[in-house]
């Protein structure tokens, strides 16, 4: 059984940093390719980093050069490290693998940026 459960979220101000953290169970990550997700208000869910099996790590122009993706393959574990906040960034994160599991999902973490 497929278990993501993110953590990290909460209420920063813009131009704050947070950083993310999805403990994996029932999936090895270190052969997978991982990926954050974000479903902002009224939104689809979009996704925002990537990071292959061999650690190569992609992003969405939005969050390019702000966010950063990695992984503790010991730990089972994909972080994201959110710099330079915006308001825009406000939205209920998730971790997944890319392609998605749709069974796979978790209950997400809120990030919240006011202005």
């Known amino acids: 059984q497929v278990q993501l459960v993110e953590s990290g979220g909460g209420l920063v101000q813009a131009g704050g940093s947070l950083r993310l953290s999805c403990a994996a169970s029932?999936?090895?990550?270190?052969?997978?390719?991982m990926a954050w997700y974000r479903q902002g208000p009224g939104k689809e869910r979009e996704l925002v980093a990537r990071i292959t099996r061999n650690g190569w790590p992609s992003y969405s122009g939005s969050v390019k050069g702000r966010f950063a993706i990695s992984r503790d393959n010991a730990k089972n574990t994909v972080y994201l490290q959110m710099d330079s906040l915006k308001p825009d960034d406000t939205a209920v994160y998730y971790c997944?693998?890319?392609?998605?599991?749709?069974?796979?999902w978790g209950q997400g973490t809120q990030v919240t940026v006011s202005s």
């Open positions: 029932g999936i090895i990550i270190s052969i997978n390719t």
């Open positions: 997944n693998t890319d392609p998605q599991l749709s069974y796979a």
